[in-house]
């Protein structure tokens, strides 16, 4: 079967991908943020046609982001789809990457129509397009011989990265040969890199690097070392060009001595950032703050605890750490790899502190005077003074409710005098937390320092920092997430910032698109986190009805009464409460029931539920638990829809709510609560008395009703349709006395909880297929989980 035959049969962008895929032959190949990624060539996938310059554009986006974090790029761009493909040399668009008039867009995604405008008149003579139609058999060939060349763009070595190469170079290739005094490594690696491949760049090096038969051999001393594996070597090599250009190398020959092999255990103080995260981190760096940057800028990292971030900083003249513990100090101070580095003790948070909003060096003297000098520069903007980069991992302690629970350790987290100034800025929530305090100092003493920190995003989009955010203002440049699994001693999956900011701009905090890698550092996507007033968001979606009758029969599950609840009033003509909790998707799943008396779990939010507000609350309830939470998505925050809620969408919310496991209403007597008995009406059954076959009758006939002046769509049909047989079979069943008892089946009005529980339980005696239900449910969950992103209740 051809090419062209299997596109005729496509029916979506992945079987697009496969086509290809198969038609070429293509081995070694992964599909990630790159459609399909190869050594050598990158393609970008579409099912429906669109103008190929504008899939080159995405393209670009990707090898310009790789080519900054120093990855290799292929030598070849296809875009695909379903009827053309087309070929760019990538080596022909290169200068374009450079070029500082092209706007690039800040995420792959947003690479459209306005870049491939500005990129058309480089490129668009180097495209060649293939009808697939006519020109498969010459399409296949010319990727199959682009294949075969294994050609590869690979990264040039420069003061920015030497550290970087360095460490990668001692693990591919250092560690095979077997060298016993590792400061022998640096000499070994220079001869190495200051090498073209067949003959040698650089003359009268210590050590050098012989071509022989058997491989690359290096001679030291007059001693020869040889490489016990050659795989590492080949994999360094087509990565890296050497030799590095003519006008670094002399620079690059003068770090020498810093180059010592990194001792991983020397780096694992609390807490510590793994260097591999380090590593990807100063490629961050690179990309935002431009060549030479370890030159031009002095850093300072007041949290240095024993060093990780500067393991990868290739001139350390320029560099300051300082960190709380006396014993890091010392770890640092006998590090040679920090040899150069001021390094000294400083507790951030409360030295030189002044009750006055104020810093006074005098306090402490810990500071160095040098590093006073560069502050004041900076500060005052003085003519060739380095610009400041903070570069941070802060400690994320926060005393939270351990306050009220008398936990005296963490009342010492919470209570630095930095702790004492945002109080009285009145900064809320965030006051408690050890990094927003960093930050806030960081404000005051550096304003316009640029920012580089690794920390959660709570800063950013958590609704409790909002006052934060109006103290605290700066302009985003760029960053990538990480999963927090990758750092040490964290608890939970979530994703973990590094986010480079520029605070001499001060501007509100807005949306931020960052590159997401897994734990390994792998690059496996995008992501932007959307920034919106607390006003905007989800849980303030639903006006709250005032609730002004008798004391409400407080829940902590369907059937059970809270131990301790906080006591509220109910609500005349409530047909249950619907409890939202947190409005981030980490706390939906969990956070988010339909109960029939007020739910009074966590932190006791929620709303009543009235005929008039019930296909909100079915909405908001859908939203929150139709999608699963993710290491990456977790701190997302619902929003309220953009979009305009169809009448089709409303009813299938509703249905979806009536059956989903999160429904947790009732019908039962003989709870016991406040000294009184207290039963629960279901108003919640969506069928008569009649369909499910019961001989009593229901006490409220509200969902019936409402259903029937409902218009369904097939799939919301379908569950009810299977949703009754459930019900039918389950008064069909006399349960058992324990069942009975233990899910409160006294009364006629039992709940879609009872009904699930009680199968469930009887499966002893006789098993429930519940197998249709759950097809028809799965249906109508996959039609509307686009809609939640679609409607703007989620960022894309
Ligand atoms: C998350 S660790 C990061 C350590 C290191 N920079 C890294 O990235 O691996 C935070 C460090 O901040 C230090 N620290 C905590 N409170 C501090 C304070 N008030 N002033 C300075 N350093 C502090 C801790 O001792 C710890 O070493």
């Known amino acids: 079967m051809t090419l062209f035959d299997d596109l005729k049969r496509t029916r979506t962008e992945e079987d697009v991908k496969d086509a290809y895929i198969k038609a070429l032959g293509l081995k070694g190949y992964s599909k990630n943020l790159v459609d399909i990624q190869t050594e050598e060539i990158w393609f970008e996938a579409k099912d429906a046609p669109k103008p190929s310059i504008e899939m080159f554009a995405q393209l670009l986006f990707y090898i310009r982001a790789a080519r900054r974090r120093g990855e290799a790029v292929p030598a070849f761009l296809v875009v695909i789809d379903r009827a053309k493909a087309a070929i760019m040399s990538t080596e022909k668009a290169l200068p374009l990457l450079d070029d500082r008039t092209i706007v690039w867009p800040k995420s792959g995604s947003g690479a459209g129509a306005e870049l491939a405008a500005q990129i058309a008149p480089y490129v668009q003579t180097h495209i060649v397009e293939y009808e697939i139609a006519h020109d498969e058999d010459a399409f296949i060939r010319a990727i199959k011989d682009a294949i075969r060349e294994h050609r590869i763009i690979r990264t040039s070595i420069t003061p920015d990265n030497l550290r970087q190469v360095f460490d990668r170079w001692v693990d591919l290739i250092g560690n095979e040969l077997g060298v ?40 030291l001393n007059g001693q020869t070392y040889e490489l016990a ?58 990309a935002t703050l431009g060549p030479n940057w370890q030159d031009r800028y ?108 008398g936990d005296e350790n963490k009342i010492g987290v919470e209570k630095t005098r930095i702790n004492g100034w945002m109080r009285e800025m009145k900064l809320g929530y965030a006051s408690k937390e050890l990094f927003a305090q960093f930050l806030i100092r960081i404000r005051q003493e550096l304003p316009k320092a640029t920012l580089a920190m690794f920390s959660t995003l709570k800063y950013v989009n958590a609704p409790n920092f909002e006052p934060f955010r109006t ?106 409460h619907l409890f939202a909790s947190n409005n981030d998707l980490q706390n939906a799943t969990t956070g988010t029931c339909l109960t029939s008396s007020i739910y009074t779990g966590r932190n006791g939010g929620g709303v009543f539920v009235s005929p008039d507000n019930l296909a909100s609350a079915a909405v908001v309830f859908a939203v929150r638990r139709l999608i699963k939470p993710t290491w990456l998505n977790d701190r997302d925050q619902f929003l309220q829809p953009t979009q305009p809620l169809s009448d089709e969408f409303k009813s299938d919310c509703l249905v979806w709510m009536l059956f989903n496991g999160g429904n947790l209403t009732a019908g039962a007597d003989g709870l016991h609560w406040n000294d009184q008995d207290w039963s629960l009406t279901n108003h919640f059954i969506p069928f008569t008395e009649a369909q499910v076959g019961v001989a009593g009758r229901f006490e409220s006939d509200f969902m ?22 459930l019900w039918r079979r389950f008064h069909a069943i006399q349960f058992p006395r324990k069942i009975r008892e233990e899910l409160k089946l006294g ?37 509307l989980r686009p809609m939640v992103f679609e409607l703007g209740f989620l960022p894309k």
């Open 298 to 405: 002095l850093v300072w990292d007041m949290c240095a605890g024993v060093g990780n971030l500067e393991a990868k900083h290739s001139n350390l003249r320029n560099v300051f750490m300082s960190t709380l513990d006396q014993a890091d100090v010392t770890i640092m101070k006998s590090n040679p790899a920090f040899a150069g580095a001021e390094i000294f003790q400083y507790d951030y948070l409360n030295d030189d502190v002044t009750d006055f909003g104020q810093i006074d060096y005098a306090l402490s003297g810990k500071v160095p005077q040098a590093l006073q000098q560069a502050i004041a520069d900076a500060r005052e903007g003085k003519k060739g003074a380095k610009p400041i980069l903070v570069l941070i991992n802060p400690p994320y302690a926060e005393s939270g409710s351990g306050i009220a629970r």
């Open 180 to 219: 016993a005094n590792p400061s022998d490594l640096a000499v070994l690696f220079f001869a190495d890199i200051m090498h073209d491949g067949d003959r040698e760049a650089m003359n009268n090096l210590p050590a050098r690097l012989l071509m022989t038969a058997s491989g690359p051999t290096f001679l």
């Open 229 to 286: 594996s050659k795989r590492g070597y080949n994999n360094f090599w087509a990565i890296y060009h050497r030799p590095p250009e003519q006008k670094h190398r002399h620079y690059l020959l003068e770090r020498r001595d810093s180059l010592l092999p990194v001792d991983e255990q020397k780096f694992k103080g609390a807490y510590y950032t793994p260097l591999h995260i380090v590593d990807k981190a100063y490629d961050q760096i690179l």
């Open 471 to 576: 103290a605290w203002k700066a302009e985003y440049l760029s960053g990538f997430v990480v999963h927090s699994r990758s750092f040490d001693g964290l608890k939970g999956e979530f994703p973990i910032g590094f986010l480079i900011w520029d605070q001499a701009n001060k501007e509100p905090i807005s949306d931020i698109a960052t590159t997401v890698l897994d734990r390994r550092g792998a690059l496996i996507g995008e992501k932007t986190y959307v920034v919106r007033p607390t006003s905007s968001l989800l849980n303030a979606w639903i006006p709250s009805p005032k609730a002004r009758g008798e004391l409400a029969l407080p829940l902590s599950n369907a059937l059970t009464p809270s131990k301790n609840p906080r006591k509220k009033r109910s609500f005349e003509g409530a047909l249950g």
């Open 747 to 783: 009364r006629p009005d039992a709940g879609w909880y009872q009904i699930r529980r009680a199968l469930d339980a009887y499966g002893d005696a006789e098993l429930t297929d519940f197998e249709p239900f759950k097809r028809a449910y799965a249906a109508l969950s996959a039609k």
């Open 704 to 725: 019936v009703r409402r259903l029937q002046n409902t218009a369904l769509s097939a799939e919301a049909q379908a569950v009810l349709d299977e949703g009754l047989k």
